[in-house]
């Protein structure tokens, strides 16, 4: 079978525009590395993967193509998403599910509207059917039914829930969630927060306070600071992470709405930069739309549009 | 992010500087810079391509003015294009108060709906429109709740839907009540939705077509990146949209996305949300836009923030001194004070452009400085500090000595008070070459810092 109709197959298997784009790129008159870098700068800006990581991914593509290392699109589509996997993969740290000190305490943090309290329902959940107990801090006390929203989370899981009354102090209820969790003896206590812009420096400090008065509880705790971060946001959430990563650090990030157009390819330069992996995706409104990451499936996922 | 964006721009600009014309060539590197900024402000890639082609067409064929240089004359260009696509000027709601205006808030989940429903209530209220918000959001848990919270808040009543849990009647019964109790804005919360979801998309369109909404405004979080496109093409396609709400425009996003959003859909940017309270809304200014997706700061939003902080009536007082020169080292205290107020320097300097130009700029940071200029006003006499000229060599010494700073400190704040002065002054010149100006002068000051 020649070059040509091998690479039809493949452009069959792969129906999309990356694959068309390629195919053109590789098939045309065009200068080839100057088409390929064309189309995959453009798949990989509009992932939001950004300006820096695309480049990166670009140059040793094109580089290896040219040292005709890469013959064919499938290859180039591997090298790619092996290159992807490599951004993403974290130096071997235990699982947030997996994580078996107790009580253990995970602290959800990030900025307005990202999904922290949904992802709190459906991580509950996660942790029930593995058969553990779950109690849930309300400590979100600033917005707007904030705490009922998460209290018809855990009536919806069943599991246990500690609030406070709105506009009281969140460090004080995340206090009492620790409190309640090591006395009744509850494997998992997971702490959702306000949502905050990492550039309000008041707010910022507001959660390093919640951290230093649950450690009193718990030397240790929180064992677990899952940053939550909106698959459609641009380039402004490296910032995000950054900041957060610097007044809280952060164990395990959990990107949601990953079910809409968006895909989230800031995670590359996020997962790099901080060394902190992805441990879910959000992928819907449900309880149960919370998925484990898959490197590899998300890399797939990238270069299909 | 602020310095590195304005610092890519500036040696963008710096590589034309002195050149005679905007050439084919020497428009090259300019132009991938600009592309770059663009790209990590969030707009759509496609768009600045697009965006960046216009701007070289128009630069190439620009008139050479004597009066600015080519990096001056392509960053115009550049600001100028940036704002005629997002707008030339701000535009508003269009109601009328003797009928039941109908306004619909759209768009996906998280992006800030509810909130902006409630603060579009306040701001309808204060200029005298009686508006009534209705919870058409039956899916997110508490979503109805959330609504009540927030009418509580601003003071509006909130439409009671009962037992219905169906956005569509609920929208319709809510449009009834309005008109039999006299409300005449109708404020729709409708639940958060992916632009994907066929089933909940055509139930917008059906609220849309029993309503008849005077408004359907598209709210958009700032942080949005490439997908805005695609969404708001979706929405705009299934909806005759009227407007858009940006919001969460407090971070340090630059905010691509409202040129993304823009151009797609072709409607204008009304509202932007600047904070989780509900007076922190106002007006969108297209100008202010644009210099901050360029990441040339935002002089203008620095000057407003500052005002925030005084109060509006000091605000004016001072406007009105640095006018007519007669402001004063006790106004330069008083500003410092605010200063304090404002948060970190490091924030605040990022919002002046240019400044991570200035070296040592760590150093100046430094808010033990403020303290000791204030501790040097605060040693002066009340007569001194209304006159600063008569503060001559002794009087410096006997300063630096009641401030236990040294004399060049008293010196030095002496000096670059002089030049604060000055320089607020060319600030309230609002032309924008005015301005590119006084930018230029900022930088090569060290204001108000040493
Ligand atoms: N499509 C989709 N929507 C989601 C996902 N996760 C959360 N949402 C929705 O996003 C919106 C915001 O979710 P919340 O859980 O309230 O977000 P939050 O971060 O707690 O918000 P604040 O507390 O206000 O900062 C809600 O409408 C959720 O239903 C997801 O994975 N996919
Ligand atoms: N910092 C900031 N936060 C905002 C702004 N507007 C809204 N928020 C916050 O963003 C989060 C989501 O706002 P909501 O009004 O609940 O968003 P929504 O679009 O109604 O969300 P769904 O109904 O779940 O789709 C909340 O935490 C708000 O307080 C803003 O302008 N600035
Ligand atoms: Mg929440
Ligand atoms: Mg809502």
Redesign the pocket.
């Known amino acids: 079978m020649g070059f040509l109709d091998k690479f039809k197959k493949g452009l069959k298997k792969t129906q999309n525009r990356i694959a068309e784009g390629l195919a053109t790129a590789l098939l045309g008159e065009k200068e080839i590395d100057d088409s390929i870098e064309e189309v995959l700068e453009e798949v990989l800006l509009e992932a939001d993967v950004g300006v820096e990581a695309t480049e990166e991914l670009i140059e040793s593509i094109v580089e290896k193509v040219s040292r005709r290392q890469l013959k064919d699109l499938q290859a180039v589509l591997n090298a790619l998403k092996g290159q992807v996997v490599d951004m993403l993969s974290v130096s071997e740290r235990s699982h947030l599910l997996e994580d078996n000190r107790k009580p253990l305490v995970v602290l ?1 943090v ?13 991580l509950a959940k996660k942790y029930i059917k593995m058969g553990k107990t779950v109690i849930l801090g309300a400590a ?1 006390t600033f ?1 707007a039914a ?1 705490i009922e ?1 998460l209290e018809i989370w855990a009536k919806k899981v069943n599991c246990d829930l500690v609030k406070h009354k709105e506009g009281s102090d969140p460090s004080a209820v995340a206090f009492d969630t620790v409190k309640a969790a090591v006395s009744r003896g509850i494997d998992v206590a997971i702490i ?5 812009l990492h550039t309000k420096e008041n707010l910022m400090k507001q959660l390093e306070k919640m951290k230093r008065v649950i450690s009193k509880v718990i030397t240790d705790a929180p064992q677990r600071v899952v940053l ?1 971060l ?2 459609t946001n641009g380039q402004n959430a490296l910032n995000q992470a950054k900041e957060f990563q610097k007044i809280t650090g952060i164990t395990d990030i959990i990107l ?5 157009t968006a895909k989230g390819g800031i995670i590359l330069p996020i997962v790099r930069q901080l060394n902190v992996p992805v441990a879910f ?5 449900k309880e149960d ?2 998925i484990p990451f898959d490197p590899e499936e998300y890399a797939r996922g990238l270069f299909e549009v | 992010m602020f310095d590195q964006l304005t610092d890519k721009l500036n040696n963008a600009f710096r590589k034309i500087k002195g050149v005679a014309r905007i050439t084919e060539r020497n428009i090259e590197e300019p132009l991938r810079e600009i592309r770059m900024a663009l790209l990590e402000a969030d707009v759509n890639y496609r768009i600045v391509k697009e965006f960046t082609s216009n701007v070289k067409e128009k630069a190439l064929g620009a008139d050479v003015s004597k009066a600015l240089n080519p990096g001056q004359q392509f960053v115009k260009i550049v600001h100028e294009e940036l704002v005629r696509v997002l707008g030339e000027k701000s535009e508003g709601l269009k109601l009328e108060p003797k009928k039941t205006n109908v306004i619909m808030m759209v768009g ?3 992006s800030g709906k509810t ?1 902006s429903s409630g603060k579009l209530a306040l701001y309808l209220k204060k200029k005298g429109f009686f508006p009534i918000l209705v919870p058409a ?1 039956v ?3 508490a ?1 109805i709740e959330q609504l009540k919270v927030v009418g509580k808040a601003v003071n509006a009543p909130v439409f009671d839907i009962g037992e219905d849990r169906n956005p569509i009647s609920i929208a319709e019964k809510a449009v009834k009540e309005a008109m039999d109790k006299g409300f005449n804005v109708v404020i729709i919360d409708t ?4 632009h994907i ?1 066929d089933e909940l998309m055509k139930e917008l369109k059906r609220i849309e077509e029993k309503v008849k909404p005077d408004e359907i405004l598209f709210t958009v979080d700032a942080m949005t990146g490439q997908d805005a496109v695609k969404s708001a093409a979706a929405f705009d396609r299934e909806l005759p949209l009227t407007g858009v709400v940006l919001t969460k425009l407090d971070g340090d996003a630059r905010g691509g996305a409202a040129l993304s959003v823009k151009y797609v859909t072709g409607k204008p940017i009304k509202f932007v949300g600047i904070g989780e309270k509900y007076d922190e809304f106002e007006q969108f200014y297209p100008d202010r836009m644009a210099s901050r997706i360029l990441g040339m700061g935002d002089v203008l939003s620095l000057i407003e923030k500052a005002e925030e902080v005084v109060d509006k009536k000091k605000a004016e007082a001072l406007q009105k001194k640095i006018k007519k020169d007669q402001f004063t080292l006790e106004d330069f205290r008083e500003q410092l004070l605010q200063l304090t107020k404002m948060g970190s320097m490091e924030k605040i300097l990022g919002m002046i452009p240019g400044m991570s130009q200035i070296k040592n700029a760590k150093k100046m940071m430094d808010d033990k400085k403020i303290a000791h200029l204030i501790a040097i006003i605060n040693s002066m006499t009340p007569e001194e500090r209304r006159n600063h000229q008569i503060i001559n060599g002794k009087r410096r010494k006997r300063i630096a000595r009641g401030s236990g700073r040294p004399v060049q400190e008293v010196n030095q704040l002496l000096k670059q008070f002089v030049q604060m002065k000055k320089m607020m002054k060319q600030l309230s010149n609002p032309s924008f070459l005015g301005k590119m100006k006084n930018l230029k002068k900022l930088r090569n000051m060290n204001f108000p810092f040493q």
Do not use: F, H, S
């Open positions: 959800v990030g900025v307005n509207g990202v999904g922290k309290t949904t992802t709190i329902g459906k979100d917005r904030a929203q959702d927060t306000a949502g905050r939550v909106d698959a949601t709405k990953l079910d809409g995706v959000g992928v819907g409104e739309d919370l | 996906l989940q998280g909130t959001d899916y997110r848990p979503a639940a958060g939705r992916l979801d």
